[in-house]
């Protein structure tokens, strides 16, 4: 094997989301002599960003001073909120909007768009952006600290042989490395460990959003409308929620989220996000429409109270990242933002990663997150206790005595035989997508069929005995891609078995398997760069 080409700058960011991006930005305004360069798994940045998304524009009006006189290309101001609870499969009770959801002064946005938008600010700066770059796997120096990153090799087959097109991997060097990968980062979740970053914080959690952008009939859409619900397809134990909002040129971003923490082992939130699609309350704004894009990812909700440390020797971690995500106000793009300004500001006067941590504690970040600690894990107790203890948890301005503890996602899903599903009123679907593989293609996932399987279940032989058994294998409801099958195998003897398939080329990158698997035996790890969605406009 030959040694490994290196290349070298001050700074390097990995991951060309907003607080990756709005990291380089602000640095090379503070220190224009700085190199920095930012790598991104995906084929174009923006490519494999999913969110909501609502910004908040305060942050990015500090960091671009005339952003809004060339805005980027899904712009649109809020011009109303609604807020509705779906009681059951057919009716629904309009509510007064939660005051952490009045959206008067924002942009509904395409986090994705305004992420390729935000890459030229950037290069202009002298900022290098790699895109279709993963970053694989850290690398350290003589003392431990961290000193760079390793890309990932090009041109590996799935038996691990090198094809002919094959590429080494190059290691980048810099004195400090900043984790912008966003929610349960590759990276970020083997530095947190290997560090202990996390061992004075509870378990960090999740949810897992979807969403769709539709191209509807014309006089359907009121450009910048807002809408939120609770309810209905979800059950009173299950978190969760939906969006909708309005766009420009008859377009409407709607999207589904589910706590992670749901105890069912029979819940599949993608059927759930298409039920939803079917009440009345929705189905009218989008029926006779059709699907231009769609996708999922993981979202961090696990707040104040699940805050790993954000810096360690030789790098400091921003943005979803670190777990910056208001859960009330639905937005972690203005939290991104700060985070990565933060963290530039205190590059470029220290010089290093070192001290980051607790100037991020001592910022209106963290303050945000603590005035609204308590309001996601009072849901662990159902909705309407969640919602009282929101109710009060507003009233107060968050300044309970206590602080509610969260749990890890995988503990609390619950064994067959246990647990009785509830009476779920799900109705008979003719919106596409039909089903899951149906709805990859609305992703434009892509994956080389003929590279290593990206995911690592360190004991199959689990899945088709122990895990079928006591959860009826809920890898094959959660995952919104089907990438898991369990299916008939031969063996040897002539007799017949099972065996966990895994479809690596349908995934979509939400995680969810690395988060919700309840033996946690699933580890999710990069595959070659520039694999994966390609969304468009999410």
């Not at 602000?26 to 798994?41: A, F, G, M």
């Not at 009173?236 to 766009?247: A, E, N, Q, R």
């Not at 890890?408 to 596409?432: F, H, I, M, N, T």
């Not at 065996?499 to 580890?523: E, F, S």
């Given at each position: 094997?030959?040694?490994?080409?290196?290349?070298?700058?001050?700074?390097?960011?990995?991951?060309?989301?907003?607080?990756?991006?709005?990291?380089?930005?602000?640095?090379?305004?503070?220190?224009?002599?700085?190199?920095?360069?930012?790598?991104?798994?995906?084929?174009?940045?923006?490519?494999?960003?999913?969110?909501?998304?609502?910004?908040?524009?305060?942050?990015?009006?500090?960091?671009?001073?005339?952003?809004?006189?060339?805005?980027?290309?899904?712009?649109?101001?809020?011009?109303?909120?609604?807020?509705?609870?779906?009681?059951?499969?057919?009716?629904?009770?309009?509510?007064?909007?939660?005051?952490?959801?009045?959206?008067?002064?924002?942009?509904?946005?395409?986090?994705?768009?305004?992420?390729?938008?935000?890459?030229?600010?950037?290069?202009?700066?002298?900022?290098?952006?790699?895109?279709?770059?993963?970053?694989?796997?850290?690398?350290?120096?003589?003392?431990?600290?961290?000193?760079?990153?390793?890309i990932g090799d090009m041109g590996v087959a799935r038996d691990g042989s090198e094809?002919?097109?094959?590429?080494?991997?190059?290691?980048?060097?810099?004195?400090?490395?900043?984790?912008?990968?966003?929610?349960?980062?590759?990276?970020?979740?083997?530095?947190?460990?290997?560090?202990?970053?996390?061992?004075?914080?509870?378990?960090?959690?999740?949810?897992?959003?979807?969403?769709?952008?539709?191209?509807?009939?014309?006089?359907?859409?009121?450009?910048?409308?807002?809408?939120?619900?609770?309810?209905?397809?979800?059950?009173?134990?299950?978190?969760?929620?939906?969006?909708?909002?309005?766009?420009?040129?008859?377009?409407?971003?709607?999207?589904?989220?589910?706590?992670?923490?749901?105890?069912?082992?029979?819940?599949?939130?993608?059927?759930?996000?298409?039920?939803?699609?079917?009440?009345?309350?929705?189905?009218?704004?989008?029926?006779?429409?059709?699907?231009?894009?769609?996708?999922?990812?993981?979202?961090?909700?696990?707040?104040?109270?699940?805050?790993?440390?954000?810096?360690?020797?030789?790098?400091?971690?921003?943005?979803?990242?670190?777990?910056?995500?208001?859960?009330?106000?639905?937005?972690?793009?203005?939290?991104?933002?700060?985070?990565?300004?933060?963290?530039?500001?205190?590059?470029?006067?220290?010089?290093?990663?070192?001290?980051?941590?607790?100037?991020?504690?001592?910022?209106?970040?963290?303050?945000?997150?603590?005035?609204?600690?308590?309001?996601?894990?009072?849901?662990?107790?159902?909705?309407?206790?969640?919602?009282?203890?929101?109710?009060?948890?507003?009233?107060?301005?968050?300044?309970?005595?206590?602080?509610?503890?969260?749990?890890?996602?995988?503990?609390?899903?619950?064994?067959?035989?246990?647990?009785?599903?509830?009476?779920?009123?799900?109705?008979?679907?003719?919106?596409?997508?039909?089903?899951?593989?149906?709805?990859?293609?609305?992703?434009?996932?892509?994956?080389?069929?003929?590279?290593?399987?990206?995911?690592?279940?360190?004991?199959?032989?689990?899945?088709?005995?122990?895990?079928?058994?006591?959860?009826?294998?809920?890898?094959?409801?959660?995952?919104?891609?089907?990438?898991?099958?369990?299916?008939?195998?031969?063996?040897?003897?002539?007799?017949?078995?099972?065996?966990?398939?895994?479809?690596?080329?349908?995934?979509?990158?939400?995680?969810?398997?690395?988060?919700?698997?309840?033996?946690?035996?699933?580890?999710?790890?990069?595959?070659?760069?520039?694999?994966?969605?390609?969304?468009?406009?999410?």
């Amino acid at each position: 094997m030959s040694e490994r080409e290196t290349m070298e700058y001050d700074v390097i960011t990995v991951g060309a989301g907003p607080a990756g991006l709005a990291f380089a930005i602000r640095l090379k305004q503070l220190k224009p002599d700085l190199s920095v360069c930012v790598i991104e798994k995906a084929s174009t940045v923006g490519a494999q960003i999913l969110s909501g998304a609502v910004i908040e524009p305060e942050p990015l009006n500090a960091l671009l001073p005339d952003w809004g006189k060339n805005p980027p290309p899904i712009c649109v101001p809020v011009t109303e909120d609604e807020f509705w609870m779906l009681r059951d499969h057919e009716n629904a009770s309009k509510l007064p909007t939660p005051p952490q959801m009045h959206n008067h002064g924002n942009y509904i946005v395409s986090l994705g768009a305004l992420c390729a938008w935000l890459a030229p600010q950037a290069e202009a700066l002298g900022v290098d952006i790699f895109p279709g770059f993963a970053a694989a796997e850290p690398v350290f120096d003589e003392t431990g600290a961290v000193a760079g990153v390793r890309i990932g090799d090009m041109g590996v087959a799935r038996d691990g042989s090198e094809k002919p097109g094959y590429t080494q991997g190059i290691d980048i060097k810099a004195k400090v490395t900043a984790l912008a990968e966003g929610c349960r980062g590759h990276l970020s979740k083997q530095l947190i460990k290997k560090f202990g970053l996390d061992k004075d914080s509870d378990p960090q959690t999740y949810g897992i959003g979807m969403k769709e952008l539709w191209q509807v009939p014309e006089g359907r859409v009121t450009p910048g409308k807002v809408v939120h619900t609770l309810g209905w397809p979800l059950d009173p134990k299950t978190y969760g929620g939906s969006f909708i909002y309005h766009l420009d040129n008859n377009r409407v971003a709607i999207g589904f989220v589910a706590g992670l923490d749901y105890e069912d082992p029979n819940f599949s939130p993608f059927e759930a996000f298409q039920q939803l699609k079917h009440h009345p309350k929705v189905k009218t704004l989008l029926e006779g429409g059709q699907i231009l894009s769609g996708g999922a990812r993981a979202l961090v909700e696990g707040g104040y109270q699940s805050l790993p440390k954000v810096e360690m020797p030789g790098a400091l971690l921003i943005g979803d990242a670190a777990g910056l995500l208001n859960v009330p106000k639905i937005k972690g793009t203005h939290q991104a933002i700060r985070s990565g300004m933060l963290a530039a500001e205190h590059v470029a006067k220290s010089g290093g990663a070192e001290g980051f941590d607790h100037v991020l504690r001592h910022s209106g970040v963290m303050a945000e997150l603590k005035k609204v600690r308590n309001i996601r894990p009072g849901f662990h107790k159902g909705l309407w206790f969640g919602m009282f203890n929101a109710a009060w948890e507003t009233l107060t301005g968050g300044l309970s005595p206590w602080t509610l503890r969260n749990r890890a996602d995988w503990s609390s899903l619950q064994k067959l035989g246990r647990y009785e599903s509830p009476k779920r009123d799900y109705v008979d679907r003719d919106l596409p997508p039909r089903d899951r593989l149906a709805s990859v293609y609305f992703a434009a996932t892509e994956h080389d069929e003929d590279q290593p399987v990206h995911l690592k279940v360190s004991d199959t032989d689990v899945c088709v005995t122990k895990c079928a058994e006591e959860y009826g294998n809920p890898c094959t409801r959660f995952c919104p891609a089907n990438v898991y099958e369990i299916v008939e195998d031969s063996m040897p003897d002539g007799s017949s078995g099972k065996r966990l398939q895994i479809n690596a080329a349908n995934c979509v990158h939400c995680k969810t398997c690395d988060i919700k698997d309840p033996y946690q035996i699933i580890n999710w790890v990069t595959p070659e760069g520039g694999s994966g969605p390609s969304y468009q406009n999410l």
